[in-house]
């Protein structure tokens, strides 16, 4: 099993409609789960961290965390053609040094 | 501009040269690392120094050395270079060594030939 793991994608969502992306992740005693964005040919950039159980929201963003359930999930509202990226989530592991990502999820938003 | 830079941004190389990729914060983080991302884009990490103190060290080949300076900057330098080490590789620096986000530089593309 891996340690993170997200579908591959491509999520195709119509523009202004909301996109779902789900990760899961092995170790139990994990604390921190964000998700980064990262553009073709360009670096991860953080968009969202979530500490506790529960939803966070930023802007169009929502995480939501499930400890129980060894799940995170982003929510992205009112899709917009320049959401077209991957997703990427990443678990710092119970020793809390270490930050594991997923292989990403492509997510693709068609005008 | 507060940073991660790395340099170069493009390398471009032949199998069995040696070479040194370069990188440096200015966010005042004292945890750096070395990621690698592959084809795939699965981006996996390579080394994590905290404070110039080596604290990660993945099962990647010795022909990999990373150096830190001080704690602003973490270079890596690679051996004998192979072409499974094609890849584009990610400096990070983060607040401290336990659960703050990364910020990641712009990357360099190795290809090797």
């Known amino acids: 099993q891996k340690e993170v793991e997200q579908n591959s994608g491509p999520l195709s969502v119509p523009e202004g409609a909301i996109a779902s992306l789900n990760c899961t992740y092995s170790?139990?005693?994990?604390?921190?789960f964000f998700w980064y964005r990262q553009y073709s040919g360009k670096s991860p950039e953080l968009i969202m961290s979530?500490?506790?159980?529960g939803d966070k929201e930023d802007g169009r963003f929502t995480a939501q965390l499930n400890k129980a359930s060894q799940y995170v999930s982003l929510l992205i509202r009112d899709s917009q053609p320049s959401d077209s990226a991957t997703y990427l989530c990443?678990?710092?592991?119970?020793?809390?040094?270490?930050?594991?990502f997923g292989g990403g999820t492509r997510v693709l938003v068609k005008p | 501009d507060t940073a991660v830079s790395q340099t170069p941004k493009y390398l471009v190389t032949q199998m069995g040269n040696d070479k040194s990729i370069k990188c440096e914060q200015n966010?005042?983080?004292?945890?750096m690392y070395w990621y690698k991302q592959d084809s795939k884009k699965f981006l996996k990490i390579m080394f994590s120094?905290?404070?110039?103190?080596?604290?990660i060290n993945e099962t990647v080949p010795n022909r990999f050395s990373p150096k830190s300076p001080d704690k602003a900057h973490l270079n890596l330098h690679i051996n004998s270079l192979e072409l499974g080490d094609s890849a584009v590789y990610f400096c990070?620096?983060?607040?401290?060594?336990?659960?703050?986000?990364?910020?990641f530089g712009n990357g360099t593309r190795l290809t090797v030939t």
């Open positions: 990070a620096s983060s607040q401290s060594s336990s659960n703050s986000p990364l910020h």
């Open positions: 170790d139990r005693g994990s604390q921190s």
């Open positions: 979530i500490y506790s159980n």
């Open positions: 990443a678990v710092f592991g119970a020793a809390g040094n270490k930050l594991t």
């Open positions: 966010l005042g983080h004292d945890t």
């Open positions: 120094y905290n404070n110039k103190e080596l604290i």
